[in-house]
């Protein structure tokens, strides 16, 4: 009779954005995990489950490269998401101010409905108010396009750290193999 192999495996579930799915199995492939199952929500989320040999070589700093490679992944999540933060706070503040300015012009007109003062107040403000509004999208794009000016150098330095965080990971492995 022959004998089967017994491999011991540990166990994880990752869940993701859907756009992230590709990247963070790359992620945790470098660090000896394989995928066992995918899976996609409705709701634009990803679950995924992987797998390792509990008994693999060089373990212990293959599970600290791999912390160090989430925490990058997640501080290049956060630039990302600071690329746009600061210019959406000023847009909607801005945009709010704008609709008070509108509302403003037709409260004035319906306050004063029998003076032409108040009504001819009232209609500047209401165009200021929209003129206001229609340059907010501006305001926000340019205020965008200077924050991601700013962020990308540090955003390729974040990528090319986890990049060699990988490699790392991955070469750890490929010595196991020789």
């Not at 600290?64 to 000023?90: D, I, M, N, Y």
């Not at 990988?166 to 196991?176: I, P, Q």
Request: proline residues 1%; contains cysteine; aromatic residues 8%.
């Amino acid at each position: 009779m022959q004998e089967k192999d017994f491999i011991s495996y540990e166990y994880k579930t990752v869940s993701v954005k859907a756009r992230d799915e590709a990247r963070t199995m790359d992620l945790y492939e470098a660090f000896g995990w394989e995928v066992s199952n995918a899976a996609t929500s409705v709701t634009g989320n990803a679950t995924l489950s992987f797998r390792r040999d509990r008994k693999q070589r060089h373990r212990a700093e293959l599970t600290k490269l791999e912390r160090q490679a989430e925490q990058t992944l997640e501080t290049l999540h956060g630039l990302e998401r600071a690329k746009t933060l600061s210019a959406g706070v000023f847009a909607w503040i801005f945009g709010v101010i704008s609709a008070l300015v509108l509302g403003g012009g037709m409260s004035l007109v319906m306050l004063r409905e029998g003076s032409a003062a108040a009504m001819a107040g009232g209609i500047l403000l209401g165009i200021l108010g929209i003129a206001l509004c229609a340059v907010n999208y501006f305001f926000y794009k340019k205020l965008a396009a200077k924050k991601t000016k700013t962020l990308l150098p540090v955003i390729d330095e974040t990528e090319e750290a986890l990049a060699n965080l990988l490699e790392k990971g991955n070469d750890l492995l490929r010595t196991e193999l020789l």
